[in-house]
Antibody
Framework: QLVESGGGLVQPGGSLRLSCTTS????????MSWVRQAPGRGLEWVAN????????YYVDPVKRRFIISRDNAKSSLYLDMGSLTAEDTAVYYC????????????????WGQGTMVAVSS | DIQLTQSPSSLSASIGDRITITCRAS??????LNWYQQKPGKAPKLLIN???TLQSGVPSRFSGSGSGTDFTLTISNLQPEDVATYYC??????????FGQGTRLEIK
């Protein structure tokens, strides 16, 4: 199970930290991702992080503004978001990757319910 | 970045129909193509990975095929509970992981 939290209304230029608490599986066995969905729009992968936290990758629009991290002791995933703009308004989903990111054989097999982030003045 | 283009963007079909959704990649992604179903107000659900491998619990009326740049998701014997938006997603050339723009399926 994946449960996101931390969403809310934030002003442009502001910051927010999302959390994803997991249970029911060995968290440190999996790559983990954040995927977002703007209102009425499609899915956009945001970032992911390797099992031990040693590698992380981002989609271009969030590079240098967002930071993904994890705490394996707490089985939790985080997304620190900064310099937020209206274009960041979306439901943010935490998702587990079932395969190896670099093998190509990868998919999101477990999703949280999402947390809404609204950026507006 | 690899672009995925789905067609059609939306479709309406009748109960019992067989429908096909196409996903075209901007370059070859071999067989690293996954399909998701998202019902209104819900998180996406993985239906099929690696082109044609059905996830546990997914009805056998769902099937996938293709390789290289052209892929299809087929739903046979369409049921009311299949109303959803369907997304393809590639994991071959990353980052970034990319999704198609989605296909909204409605019942006539």
């Amino acid at each position: 199970q994946l449960v996101e939290s931390g969403g809310g209304l934030v002003q442009p230029g502001g910051s927010l930290r999302l959390s994803c608490t997991t249970s029911g599986f060995r968290f440190n066995d999996y790559w983990m991702s954040w995927v977002r969905q703007a209102p009425g729009r499609g899915l956009e992968w945001v970032a992911n992080i390797k099992q031990d936290g040693s590698e992380h990758y981002y989609v271009d629009p969030v590079k240098r503004r967002f930071i993904i991290s994890r705490d394996n002791a707490k089985s939790s995933l985080y997304l620190d978001m900064g310099s937020l703009t209206a274009e960041d308004t979306a439901v943010y989903y935490c998702a587990r990757e079932k395969g190896d990111f670099w093998s190509g054989d990868d998919a999101f097999d477990l999703w949280g319910q999402g947390t809404m982030v609204a950026v507006s003045s | 970045d690899i672009q995925l283009t789905q067609s059609p963007s939306s479709l309406s079909a009748s109960i019992g129909d067989r429908i096909t959704i196409t996903c075209r990649a901007s370059e070859s992604i071999r067989r690293y193509l996954n399909w998701y179903q998202q019902k209104p107000g819900k998180a996406p659900k993985l239906l099929i990975n690696d082109v044609s491998t059905l996830q546990s619990g997914v009805p056998s009326r769902f099937s996938g095929s293709g390789s290289g740049t052209d892929f299809t998701l087929t739903i046979s014997n369409l049921q009311p509970e299949d109303v959803a938006t369907y997304y393809c997603q590639q994991s071959f050339e990353t980052p970034p992981i990319t999704f198609g723009q989605g296909t909204r399926l409605e019942i006539k």
